[in-house]
């Protein structure tokens, strides 16, 4: 163990909590309609301002195609030494149902040994993630670094509209780098080091159903009248099988997963899935999540409950995600749930289908130097081997970088462990994988420049 800089780590999580603290309390959701646009403006300058500090030159907000900011910044390194770019994103999920936050969304609170926040793991969690990495050098080593460095911080990530993508190929050379690490994923288990290999690509579709001019007196015109709401519900039952596998014609739905494996127990208490209901579809579960596709309802729009009226519903709406594993074609798998929405819609009603964001699956290689530090660096930091686990989440820009950048190592790391709750109320994150990550990353970049000189 290097033990000055785990010392170095250490000394800096008190600082790691402050300023996630004020990090998470920009509600910097992407989306004008949620959030005013000025959080994220704040958000992306807080970025920018802290990685300055710690050295980095040439930071620019750049505008972005979607209307959003990134933060880039760059610090050449030694002679000759290789060129490391750092990812994350300072973009979140909106709070959902902010009254089942057991404490305020965007306030950071510590409680039970955890920090708690909108944002707190994915993605402001892994943006501390590497600037203690860079601190706990700069602290040992002094001003340098041992690798030349840039970073880039995208500000609409979970919005999926792909503003960075289109900049990163406006501007080739801007993220060119030998190896990028993505920070934007976690470990399988706290405490047991993972890189991610795998990532689901992600297309959605909204889908809307007419049936009536106008809705009509459930007793007067009920039994009679096509209902919306019910034709609604009946295409969505038919996207899966009894057994909850997907069963839209031309998606598979039989690979497997040859990694890590997912014990059911332990996903049964990641999801904290209520006793007694079973898990959806057959196969393993790391076939499920990493290896095959899987269709989610994401929304409905329909009369909420309170405040319904009898009613025989004229319309109704529903967003559907599809998550696309290696090996698949988001752009067919999306051709393919389109066809399957047109050919199950009941009682000749009326359909209208609106294809939105198309992210297409990644599968890292495997066999390089970067993997090799990881690996060293990994098992060092936490006392045990490193791992290789898939992610059923989607990062689209993994593959605009690896079409760009063909000869760069992309390794996919990060503090959002299973228990963190990402995209859901009372996101966490664990400070003691905060730290442990930050250890990680910072015995990376030196045994990675080790490894490259000699």
């Not at 970025?47 to 900011?69: R, S």
């Not at 990641?270 to 898990?279: S, T």
């Amino acid at each position: 163990m290097s033990q000055p800089l785990a010392d170095a780590v250490r000394s800096l999580m008190d600082r790691a909590r402050t300023d996630l603290a004020e990090l998470v309390a920009f509600p910097s959701v992407a989306d004008p309609r949620q959030f005013p646009v000025e959080e994220c403006q704040k958000a992306a300058q807080w970025v920018a301002d802290a990685f300055a500090a710690e050295g980095l030159g040439n930071i620019q907000l750049l505008d972005t195609p979607d209307g959003t900011q990134s933060v880039y910044g760059e610090l050449p390194g030694p002679e000759g030494a290789p060129t490391v770019l750092l990812y994350s994103h300072y973009d979140v999920q909106p709070p959902l149902d902010e009254n089942a936050w057991l404490s305020p969304a965007f306030e950071l609170t510590e409680r039970d040994g955890r920090w708690y926040g909108r944002g707190a793991a994915d993605c402001k969690g892994n943006i501390l993630m590497h600037l203690t990495a860079l601190r706990a050098l700069r602290q040992v080593y002094g001003d340098g670094y041992p690798v030349g460095l840039k970073i880039i911080v995208e500000g609409s990530e979970e919005q999926g509209t792909s503003g960075l993508e289109r900049y990163a190929e406006a501007h080739p050379e801007l993220l060119a780098a030998d190896v990028i690490v993505i920070g934007d994923t976690g470990n399988f288990a706290p405490g047991l080091p993972t890189v991610t290999t795998s990532l689901r690509g992600m297309t959605m579709v909204e889908a809307s159903i007419t049936t009536l001019a106008g809705n009509l007196h459930s007793g007067a015109f009920g039994g009679a009248a096509p209902d919306a709401l019910q034709s609604l519900v009946r295409m969505l039952a038919s996207l899966h099988d009894e057994n909850g596998d997907v069963a839209v014609a031309g998606l598979a739905a039989d690979q497997t997963w040859e990694g890590v494996q997912y014990p059911e127990e332990q996903f049964r208490a990641d999801a904290r899935v209520v006793d007694g209901v079973e898990l959806t579809g057959t196969g393993t579960v790391a076939d499920r999540l990493w290896a095959r596709p899987s269709v989610t309802v994401l929304g409905i729009d329909a009369p909420p409950v309170i405040g319904a009226t009898s009613s025989v519903q004229a319309a109704a709406k529903a967003l559907i995600s599809l998550r696309v594993p290696p090996g698949m074609s988001s752009d067919a798998a999306q051709d393919a749930l389109v066809a399957h929405l047109e050919a199950q819609v009941p009682l000749g009603a009326r359909l209208t289908i609106q294809r939105q964001g198309n992210g297409a699956p990644f599968r890292a290689d495997t066999d390089g130097p970067a993997y090799e530090a990881m690996g060293e660096a990994m098992a060092e930091a936490f006392g045990t081997p490193m791992v290789t686990a898939g992610e059923g989440g989607s990062i689209p820009l993994c593959n605009t970088l690896r079409s760009l950048y063909p000869q760069a190592e992309i390794v996919l790391i990060g503090v959002e462990e299973p228990t963190t709750q990402i995209h859901a109320v009372n996101e966490s994150v664990d400070p003691q994988e905060l730290e442990r990550m930050a250890l990680t990353e910072a015995l990376f970049l030196r045994r990675y420049a080790e490894l490259r000189s000699s």
